[in-house]
C-alpha cells in the first residue's frame, strides 16, 4: 500500500535519512540529561549558523541566560583563536557556545578558558576513556593533535561586564581532516575507533564546568584549580617555544599560576651574564608550540 506523500512522512523521511548519516542533535533530549543546577540547562539549538559565538553574544545581551548553551549542528563561518577561522562541517563535531552572565572583574575573564579546558578535559576522559592533555592555554591534545579548541569573547557597557561567551569545538566523530589540518587535528572518533554520543559528551562537560566555575568564583582566580590542571598540561616540564608578535623563545614549562599565565624558565643575558629567568606568559596574543612540532 502506498503512503499519502505528506509534510508528515517527509519529515519522518527525513529524520530517518538525517539519522543514518549522524546522531541528530535535540534540544530537549539534552536538556533532560544535564544533571547540572544551572549551566547548559537551557540549550538553544540551529541547524546550521555562522557561528555559535555570534549567537551566544547576542542571546547573552537579554537578562536570564546565565548558563545558555547554544549549539549548532554546522558553522559556516566558525571562529578560532588569533583571528583564525575554525573548520565546523555538518554533523560531526560539537560546535557550542556557553553564555555567562557572571558578576566578576573583566580582567578575570580570560580565566574562564583554562576553566573550560579543564571541564572538556575531563568530560572527555570520563567519557570516552582516552588520555587526553591540555596544551595551554585551551587546546585539548590526543596523542599530539588537537581535538577540541576553546574561544573566549565578551562584550561590555560602560566598561561592566555584559555577557562571556565561551565558544567550545570539539571533533567528536570526524572522519576527514583538510591535508593541512591532518598534521595537527585529530577526532575522538579516530583516536578511539569509535563513534561519540555526543549528547552524553556535552552533558559530562557541563557538569565538570559548573563544579569548576564554582572553585574558580570563589575568589575569582585559579587557585583552587592549579593542582588539576597542571596534572593534566601536556608541556609541563617540557620545552616550548613562546611566539610573540615581536619575539620569541624557548624555556622549560613549569605550569601555570593562578592567574592563568604559563611559567616558562629560560635564560637571559643579563648585564652581560646569562641568568635563568622565570618568564610569566599571559594568554591572548602568544601562540605556544613544542620545539619540534605543535605539542
Ligand atoms: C581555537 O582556535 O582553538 C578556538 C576554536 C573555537 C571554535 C568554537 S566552535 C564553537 C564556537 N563558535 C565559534 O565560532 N568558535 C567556537
Known amino acids: 500500500m502506498s503512503k499519502e506523500i505528506t509534510k508528515e512522512t517527509t519529515k519522518a523521511i527525513m529524520k530517518e535519512i538525517t539519522k543514518d548519516q549522524y546522531e541528530q542533535l535535540d534540544s530537549s533530549f539534552i536538556e533532560k540529561q544535564m544533571t547540572t543546577k ?14 555559535t559565538n555570534v549567537i551566544a553574544k547576542q ?10 548553551l547554544v549549539l549548532a549542528e554546522q558553522q559556516n563561518a566558525g ?21 555567562l552572565q557572571p558578576d566578576i572583574r573583566i580582567e578575570h575573564a580570560s580565566m574562564l ?10 568530560g572527555i576522559r570520563k567519557v570516552t576513556g582516552l588520555n ?6 585551551n587546546d585539548i591534545v ?15 557597557i560602560n ?34 575507533g569509535k563513534e561519540i554520543e555526543r549528547t552524553s559528551l556535552i552533558a559530562a562537560i557541563m557538569l565538570y564546568f ?10 575569582e582566580n585559579l587557585k583552587g584549580l592549579i593542582h588539576d590542571y597542571n596534572k593534566m598540561l601536556i608541556n609541563r616540564n617540557r620545552q616550548v617555544k613562546i611566539i610573540g608578535s615581536n619575539s620569541e623563545y624557548i624555556g622549560l614549562a613549569l605550569g601555570i599560576n593562578e592567574t592563568g599565565a604559563l611559567l616558562v624558565q629560560t635564560e637571559e643575558m643579563i648585564t652581560g651574564e646569562k641568568k635563568t629567568v622565570i618568564k610569566t606568559v599571559m594568554s591572548g596574543e602568544v601562540s605556544v608550540r613544542g620545539v619540534y612540532g605543535y605539542v
Open 113 to 122: 578558558t583554562l576553566v573550560t579546558a579543564l571541564a572538556v578535559n575531563q
Open 142 to 156: 590526543i596523542n599530539g593533535k588537537k581535538v577540541c579548541g576553546i574561544l573566549t569573547e565578551m562584550s561590555t
Open 159 to 192: 566598561e561592566k561586564l555584559e555577557c562571556i561567551v565561551i565558544g567550545i569545538g570539539i571533533n567528536a566523530n570526524r572522519d576527514l581532516f583538510s591535508e593541512e589540518l591532518k598534521i595537527t587535528a585529530t577526532s575522538l572518533k579516530l583516536e578511539s
Open 38 to 51: 544551572c549551566i547548559g540547562k537551557k540549550v538553544a539549538y540551529y541547524n546550521e549558523v555562522d557561528s
Open 132 to 137: 587526553s592533555f591540555i596544551k595551554w592555554p
Open 210 to 219: 559548573e563544579s569548576y566555575y564554582g572553585i574558580f568564583a570563589k575568589e
Open 59 to 68: 542571546l547573552g545581551k537579554k537578562p536570564d541566560n546565565h548558563g545558555t
Open 79 to 99: 571562529r578560532g583563536r588569533l583571528g583564525r577561522n575554525w573548520s565546523s562541517p555538518k554533523g560531526d563535531g560539537i560546535w557550542m557556545s556557553l553564555i
